[in-house]
T-cell receptor, first 112, second 113 residues
Framework: AQSVTQPDIHITVSEGASLELRCNYS??????LFWYVQSPGQGLQLLLK??????LVQGIKGFEAEFKRSQSSFNLRKPSVHWSDAAEYFC??????????FGTGTRLTIIP | EPEVTQTPSHQVTQMGQEVILRCVPI?????FYWYRQILGQKVEFLVS????????KSEIFDDQFSVERPDGSNFTLKIRSTKLEDSAMYFC???????????FGSGTRLTVV
């Protein structure tokens, strides 16, 4: 069965520090991969996506993610976080036009 | 930028009542979805809809649930007889094709009392 794993439930980083959120997928082939962000009480906003080509993808708000086939990973990174980045981050994957499968999310807390 | 619009933003209903959650997907999108998120939990797939019919549904999407696209613009989710465990945030999404990602609405928070 398809699955997406986000091993970190909660991460705390200092403002200005770098960030990496982990995501691993389990599929027979390379799926489409996505990162979404959810602020409290809000909807899901697409940060970035990967479906083929360059394995380092750039997204909105200064985020990037790197697809590593050998590790079945699609980790999200940001070189310097801002207090406004505090939110829940979801990794998701899917094939064709099938449903997205979401990970359980990582809650990001930023400390001054 | 085009948006997916969901109404209402918050609905409170009594157990056993019927509710209809409404969504207006982006106009040129072809695939439509409902997801739900119980408070503090992951986002779960409910149903996908394409070419005026359900293309896939989850185990959650039992006979109490139905979807419709009655007029070419609205996309509705009906829960016939709500249960306490239906309390969740319900998200509508649409896309032209998955490789571009979905656009999600801002959600309807359903509270069953």
């Amino acid at each position: 069965a398809q699955s997406v794993t986000q091993p970190d439930i909660h991460i705390t980083v200092s403002e200005g520090a770098s960030l990496e959120l982990r995501c691993n997928y389990s599929y027979g082939a390379t799926p489409y991969l996505f990162w979404y962000v959810q602020s409290p009480g809000q909807g899901l906003q697409l940060l970035l996506k990967y479906f083929s080509g360059d394995t380092l993808v750039q997204g909105i708000k200064g985020f990037e993610a790197e697809f590593k086939r050998s590790q079945s990973s699609f980790n999200l990174r940001k070189p310097s976080v801002h207090w406004s980045d505090a939110a829940e981050y979801f990794c998701a994957s899917g094939f064709g036009n099938e449903k997205l499968t979401f990970g359980t999310g990582t809650r990001l807390t930023i400390i001054p | 930028e085009p948006e997916v619009t969901q109404t209402p933003s918050h609905q409170v209903t009594q157990m056993g009542q019927e509710v209809i959650l409404r969504c207006v997907p982006i106009s040129n999108h072809l695939y439509f979805y409902w997801y739900r998120q119980i408070l503090g939990q992951k986002v779960e797939f409910l149903v996908s809809f394409y070419n005026n019919e359900i293309s896939e549904k989850s185990e959650i999407f039992d006979d109490q649930f139905s979807v419709e696209r009655p007029d070419g613009s609205n996309f509705t989710l009906k829960i016939r007889s709500t249960k306490l465990e239906d309390s969740a945030m319900y998200f509508c999404a649409s896309t032209t094709t998955l490789r571009y990602g979905y656009t999600f609405g801002s959600g309807t928070r359903l509270t069953v009392v």
